[in-house]
């Protein structure tokens, strides 16, 4: 898909839940990837981790690139690795419709959010929870979407952390409505009002999707929730 299409189809689905793979079952991921097309999960976001610019592996390219097969669901990939040049490529080859990498990882992004909109591919810049927005606003016209981080990166399942909201409305007011703000890490019901409503239309879901035994009703109740 053209990286204009892919931002029309997440721009007119928002509020767009994510469930974020890091949470799957990797023993069934054939099943998971049925589970998820079940419960219309339109975005599936992958969480790619170095063991470096995070102190936790998880996967990469070779298992995105043979999921892709299984699904038309937009594939988000959020690299969490400290040198996403090099190995970017291997995530357009795997068939990644969106890419975000991080600032503290790439100081200064613009050649590398280039890159991915060359590659008709939507370019995201990710902020940890310490890094103050300040640090992207000169690159918000290179971006597509960005993506605030509401726990530390590296895992699932950890606490929202509620300044991540003062970030969004802050972003929310710098950029033009139809740049994708994005929320990671915490998500779940008695959060992501509180992130829509701070300017957020893609949210990142981990165990509020994969720690339930129903992901059609855990997914139907988030859009709920995060309707704007
Ligand atoms: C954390 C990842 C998140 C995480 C979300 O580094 O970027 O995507 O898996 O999981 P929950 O929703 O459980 O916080
Ligand atoms: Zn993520």
Same mark, same amino acid.
């Given at each position: 898909m053209?990286?204009? &299409?892919?931002?029309?189809?997440?721009?007119?689905s928002?509020?767009?839940?994510?469930? $974020?793979?890091?949470?799957?079952?990797f023993?069934?991921?054939?099943r998971?990837?049925?589970?998820?097309?079940?419960? %219309?999960? $339109?975005?599936?976001h992958?969480?790619?981790?170095?063991g470096?610019?995070? /102190?936790?592996?998880?996967y990469?390219?070779?298992?995105?690139?043979r999921?892709?097969?299984?699904? *038309?669901?937009?594939?988000?990939?959020?690299?969490?690795?400290?040198?996403?040049?090099? =190995?970017?490529?291997? =995530?357009?080859?795997? +068939?990644c419709?969106?890419?975000?990498?991080?600032i503290?990882?790439? /100081?200064?992004p613009v050649s590398l959010?280039?890159?991915?909109?060359?590659?008709? @591919?939507?370019?995201?810049?990710?902020?940890?929870? !310490?890094t /103050? @927005?300040?640090?992207?606003?000169?690159?918000?016209a290179?971006?597509?979407?960005v993506?605030?981080?509401?726990?530390e990166? !590296?895992? +699932?399942? %950890? *606490?929202?952390? /509620?300044? &991540?909201?003062? *970030?969004?409305?802050t972003l929310?007011?710098?950029?033009?409505?139809?740049?994708?703000l $994005?929320?990671d890490?915490?998500? +779940?019901?008695?959060?992501? &009002?509180d992130?829509? %409503?701070? +300017?957020?239309?893609?949210f990142?879901?981990g165990?509020? @999707?994969?720690?339930?035994p129903? =992901? $059609?009703?855990?997914?139907?109740?988030?859009?709920?929730?995060?309707?704007?």
């Amino acid at each position: 898909m053209s990286r204009l &299409a892919t931002l029309d189809r997440l721009r007119t689905s928002i509020p767009v839940i994510a469930p $974020s793979m890091l949470k799957c079952d990797f023993g069934n991921l054939h099943r998971e990837l049925e589970l998820l097309d079940a419960a %219309q999960a $339109s975005v599936l976001h992958w969480d790619v981790m170095d063991g470096h610019f995070v /102190p936790n592996l998880s996967y990469g390219p070779m298992v995105i690139e043979r999921c892709r097969l299984r699904t *038309k669901a937009i594939f988000d990939a959020h690299l969490m690795i400290s040198d996403p040049e090099k =190995y970017l490529n291997e =995530y357009f080859k795997a +068939g990644c419709d969106c890419i975000t990498f991080h600032i503290e990882a790439v /100081p200064n992004p613009v050649s590398l959010l280039r890159k991915i909109r060359e590659q008709d @591919v939507v370019a995201g810049l990710a902020l940890n929870p !310490g890094t /103050p @927005v300040e640090r992207i606003a000169p690159f918000l016209a290179e971006c597509d979407m960005v993506l605030v981080m509401s726990v530390e990166p !590296g895992f +699932g399942g %950890q *606490k929202f952390i /509620p300044a &991540a909201l003062e *970030k969004l409305k802050t972003l929310r007011m710098m950029t033009p409505p139809d740049l994708l703000l $994005s929320v990671d890490g915490g998500i +779940g019901p008695t959060t992501i &009002a509180d992130c829509a %409503q701070a +300017g957020a239309g893609l949210f990142v879901v981990g165990s509020a @999707v994969f720690d339930k035994p129903d =992901y $059609s009703a855990a997914v139907a109740e988030l859009a709920k929730l995060g309707s704007p």
